[in-house]
């Protein structure tokens, strides 16, 4: 499988593009990074506008600076969010999983 980090997604979207459709061998011409905005399509599936209004009034894909996560300062925000245990749980969870996501 093709595995994809988000970050690269939002901070080159174009590179990323790029690498992907020779890895799959498509035409990265194919590729729109511009649109105009989905009002039509929004009418048509009135259902899926809550969840899909993002996409719908979206222009396009814009790069964005990513940045470096201190999971010190995220156990802080998640022990206020969710408490001391699950706060534990899930810095216990990220230690066990980062040098893996790191190799990926």
């Known amino acids: 499988p093709v595995i994809v980090d988000g970050d690269d997604v939002m901070s080159k979207p174009r590179e990323l593009s790029r690498k992907l459709c020779g890895i799959w061998g498509l035409d990265f ?46 156990q802080v925000k998640w022990e206020k969010e969710f408490g001391e245990e699950v706060a534990r749980g899930m810095r216990k969870l990220v230690d066990e999983d980062l040098a893996d996501y790191e190799h990926l």
Request: hydrophobic residues 30%.
């Open 29 to 74: 011409k194919g590729c729109q990074f511009e649109w105009e905005e989905e009002n039509d399509l929004m009418k048509s599936f009135p259902l899926s506008t809550p969840y899909m209004s993002t996409i719908f009034y979206s222009t396009g894909i814009h790069e964005k600076e990513t940045k470096e996560v201190n999971v010190d300062v995220e």
